[in-house]
């Protein structure tokens, strides 16, 4: 069993920046890949980086590439995601995710274990 845990969500202005948590507890030998996802109310849950927990290869969402920046401390078992120049589209909950292979860690339908979710809301 793997246990998530986000934080540093909150409101924040346009052009703010932010820097999400998530600390994992458990079985995290077993989880190849930690996932960041995003959904806005009305709308499907969004891919939005994910980084392997062995050698760190990252991938980012074309709609977050140079603002949105995915990185892991292996020792603290947590995952970081630091966004700069929030725009108000970007407002969504925020999950954190474990799971993920060598065959795919993009999909949400990847991931196993997930979070409780953290509100990231940015004012016009």
């Known amino acids: 069993q793997v246990q998530l845990a986000e934080s540093g969500g909150g409101l924040v202005q346009a052009g703010g920046s932010l820097r999400l948590s998530c600390e994992v507890s458990?079985?995290?030998?077993?989880?190849?890949?930690m996932g960041w996802f995003r959904q806005a109310p009305g709308k499907d849950r969004e891919f939005v980086a994910a980084i392997t927990w062995n050698s760190g290869r990252s991938v980012h969402a074309d709609s977050v590439k140079g603002r949105f920046t995915i990185s892991r401390d292996n020792a603290k078992k947590t995952v970081y995601l630091q966004m700069i120049s929030l725009k108000p589209e970007d407002t969504a909950v925020y999950y954190c995710?474990?799971?993920?292979?060598?065959?795919?860690?993009?999909?949400?339908?990847?991931?196993?274990?997930w979070g409780q979710g953290t509100q990231v809301t940015v004012s016009s």
């Open positions: 458990g079985r995290t030998f077993s989880s190849y890949a």
């Open positions: 995710a474990a799971g993920g292979s060598v065959f795919s860690f993009t999909r949400a339908n990847d991931y196993t274990y």
